[in-house]
């Protein structure tokens, strides 16, 4: 692929396309009642002025990305963690973000809050104040006056493009973060057709050409052998994220698409012009740099979920191609990318095994196969090392074991988990459990979970907590690391750093060398 010309004619192409004061707002909502903002650092105004950029890309392409979606519609809100955040179209800001006084170009009412805000950790889409709400972090924006602007742009659509989803999707469509905890990710067929897909949708996008309906076909036929090898409900994992990021990430890809074809169209304006709203020439940030995931192996760790985002991007771009109207129907109904996409070019039972076979045959199966195995002995050695150095971790080694009743899974970062085998997962960053009166919380702290018969299905958790703060307190009264079984009938509770168990029935066994802290809960 070509590399991107200078995007400036976004910006004059978004000004003439509506001569009515076309930068101009909605009305701002009343400030809350707060005190005044502080003043805006330059490096915030950036970041604004990067926000700015987006929103006028934005206008200049409305109707040609999504039908009904534009920027304008949704809140935004870009945060430093633990610094600040600052928010844009918002329709009733929280009571705890105050008016930004100082005007910025291209956006309307800013509006701000500082200090740390457990609301805004990642990047993601969040109900602000009861709005579904883009929330972007600095982490990701460019720091430099001179960086491409156009990565954290492309950024804001994607996060952006989550606030509708969550708003108008269907409920629970893209949720498929208890699936992946389970999914068979040392499954080597899976993960060898995987990579025939990916490889086919490489060949079906990487140029501007027509959908060859004979690779549509080998891909429905490859997608159908998985669906044979792992069942319908892993599969869901696949497209559940095929749908939850694929599709944000299809909208990059047309952003740039777009950018190109107009920034071809019209000379630039120059850095010197006021309309050129900083936009650099990003060389770096090319459709073929999205292309080209789709031809990471499939048997990497944490594999799963990026092979979603390349998938499901590539099948928005096969369904473009095809013009099936795909985009009225894909948010709010049960149908997934690649279901669509069977309706448009029907594979007949009777021709799916030869299309089978002749993608395995033009993309080499059996030698990916064989690599696939490989990658999976190497891996699942890899996980099983993993266990042994948590295991082998200094501090206090505190194991839980629940009772066989059901336990709410109320938080995980499916980004920071692996799975270990068949009956044990490693939390990397935090795990917080609930069972009746029973809670665990283990926040920036590895927490291996052993499991019953899905990743639901906690058994026990096991930590390892530091000396220094460790404390507990038995029915009420404080409990030193005497080695013996105690046993509490009305309270129990155990803190260190990062970690909270909180009891009401059970006993703690404490080793003799005070190094091991079980926890048997009762209901």
Known sequence: MKAIARLAPIALLALTAAPASPLAMPDAPPAPAASAAPAVPAGDRLILGRLGEALVLSRATSGKLWPGWGLEKYPILVFEPGRVAYLVNHPTPPPDFVRLET??????????????????TANTSIDLNGAPTACISYSTAPSEADSVSLKFVALIFHETFHAMQNKVGKTGKGSVEALLMRYPDLNSENLALAQLEQMILFDLVRFE????PVKVRQFLAVREARLRSVGAEMLRADRGIEYQEGIPTYLEVRLLDEAKKAAAASPGLG?????????SQASELKMGSYLMRLLRFSSDPGGT????YATGMALGLVLDRLAVDWKSSVLSSDKYLDEILAEAVPLSAAAAPA???AAKKDYRYDEVLRTVEGKLARLSQDRKAA???????KGIEVAVSFPDSPVEVRGFDPMNMQRIDASRILHRRMLQLAIGETSFSAMDTPTLATLGNGPMDVRGVTVFAPTEDFQMDLDFNPLDRVPGTREFRTSFRLTADGITLQAQSGTVTISPDAAHVDVTIRR
Do not use: C, I, N
């Open 103 to 120: 005007k910025l170009p291209l956006l309307g009412t800013v509006f701000t809050k500082t200090g740390r805000d457990a609301r805004f």
């Open 209 to 212: 050409d027509a959908a060859d």
């Open 271 to 279: 850095k010197d012009d006021p309309y050129a709203l900083g936009f």
């Open 305 to 308: 979920r990026d092979r979603g």
């Open 355 to 357: 299309s089978l076979a």
């Open 387 to 393: 266990a042994d150095a948590f295991l082998r971790q």
